[in-house]
């Protein structure tokens, strides 16, 4: 089988998608990519066919906030980018292609709806990945109705595909995913960068990362470690794509690295500081490990939410991301052990679901 993934040039949009992709290689299936101009060199590097398909958030942004100004709200802006721009602009690279490649399936990452869109029109079998949370129902509605005239003939509400891989255990899962007719429940596992695992403290440090895109990462990096400098921990912070250097001098009891593999970090940390993106709260839980949210932008807000009111996180937002009140978050989570047990008992949940090569054999034989 030829299966064709697509998605945004960003980190936190690929690595979802790499361990079906990689199962799907490992199975003998042709796999190709389609994704932003910068990240096809990347793509090609990790050893997949790839082509250029569709623009970058930014890029989005930037137009969006030409037409609307600066200042206007989600609706406007969020709107415009992920229900009008985007699209569009994969659809457009997209279409030309789509001949050529004759894909029996299409694996879209569920922001990437005009690769859905595209597929569906052509007759092809699509499947949205989750990589986050769904949108709230008041601002679903609204990109709904922006989004029939890519669907054509097709409801406006099949923009997460005839089908939906869903990473969720189902302690936190995500109702909106949770209601599509056809989904395929899948154990979210980590993607690890191929890069060296850095030097670790004795097992038990304090993990802190904003992930690989963050909004404002420097500032909040510093006010974090200049809290947990303050504890009787060791601590390592992955910056990401960021500069290290760009952090400063740290404590003693600081280690600084840029990428790392997660997956193994995770397994040696006895706490995560970050900012909630899906894929490092995920990948806490799998390791069973209570977490401090400070969350910065997008769908960090609600996984925040989510994981705060189970009880197996602690969240600061906004104005209450200050260096005192991380200090007595983490004492807090350090020496309570109810928060450790609620994700002990996530990662039970999560060590139960279906491992991507068992996914992709249903979605090849559901699509076959």
Known sequence: MRILFTCRPAYGHLFPLLPLANAARAAGH??????????????????????????????????????????????DLGITMFAELLPRATMADLRPLLPGLRPDLVVYEQSDVGAG???????IPAVSHVIGRSMPPEVLSVAAERLAPLWGSLPADAMLGDACVDVW???????????????F???????????????????????????TVVFGATQVLRGAIAALSRLPVDVLVAAGPGDPAALGPVPENVRVAGFVPQAEVLAHAGLVVHHGGTGTVLGSLAAGLPQLILPQGADQFANAETL?????????????VRIDAIEVAVRELLDAPAARAVAEGVAAEIAGMPAPEAVLAELVSWAG
């Open 185 to 211: 429940r899948m154990r979210p596992t980590q993607y690890n960068a191929a890069v060296p695992l850095p030097p670790l403290p004795e097992d038990g440090f304090v993990y802190l990362t904003l992930g």
């Open 117 to 123: 869109a595209l597929a569906r029109q052509a007759g």
């Open 308 to 320: 705060s009111a189970l009880g197996a996180a602690k969240a600061l937002v906004g104005e209450a």
């Open 30 to 75: 042709e796999v190709v990519f389609g994704t932003g101009e910068t990240f096809v060199p990347k793509v090609r590097e990790l050893g997949f066919e790839a082509h250029r398909v569709g623009i970058s958030i930014g890029d989005a942004e930037a137009e969006a906030q030409r037409r609307h100004g600066k200042d206007a709200g989600f609706l």
């Open 169 to 183: 255990p189902d302690s936190v899962r995500d109702p909106g995913t949770a209601a599509m007719p056809k989904v």
